[in-house]
């Protein structure tokens, strides 16, 4: 059942891009600035300073997305579709050993874990919008270079991008 709504979902998408235009603008809500793309009769609408998380997705005016309460339940894992990066479940006592290095990452408290990544509560950076054709995107990056607060979390240069 689950698989049959996505591909009618994902059609959906196709055909509103292919019947309308499309734009992509910055728009403020739950006071900050957020991208809201739009093709056709698909309204997507993601919060690049609350962990890029995608809260918003509307196709003719229905909602398919549960949506944040308020500003403060923007970023994290309990409303939208967060960036689960670079552990998308549960990592015991937060630590692991990779390349011969121990990574450790924080806990909360009153758990015994650290849970679903380090970017989903992080500001990611815009890179650029685009709008052509049938196409709208934004295109968001976070930073993993040495000296920055992500690296110090977890040792490995790199940087990752993600274009919605």
Request: glycine letters at 6%; a negative charge.
């Amino acid at each position: 059942m689950r698989s049959c709504f996505f591909a009618n979902l994902i059609l959906a998408v196709i055909f509103s891009a292919i019947a309308n235009g499309q734009s992509v603008r910055t728009i403020e809500e739950f006071g900050q600035p957020v991208q809201e793309l739009r093709v056709g009769n698909t309204v997507v609408k993601l919060a690049p300073a609350a962990g890029a998380n995608v809260y918003s997705i509307r196709i003719d005016d229905v909602e398919f997305v549960h949506q944040p309460a308020s500003a403060e339940r923007l970023p994290g894992v309990s409303c939208g579709v967060p960036i689960l990066y670079p552990t998308p479940n549960r990592v015991r006592n937060g630590k692991f050993t990779f390349a011969e290095e121990i990574v450790e990452f924080p806990i909360r408290k009153n758990q015994r874990w650290h849970i679903h990544g380090l970017l989903n509560r992080h500001p990611w950076k815009l890179l650029k919008s685009e709008q052509r054709d049938d196409v709208a995107s934004v295109t968001c990056f976070a930073d993993f270079s040495e000296g920055t607060e992500l690296h110090e979390l977890f040792p490995f240069a790199h940087e990752l991008i993600v274009t919605i």
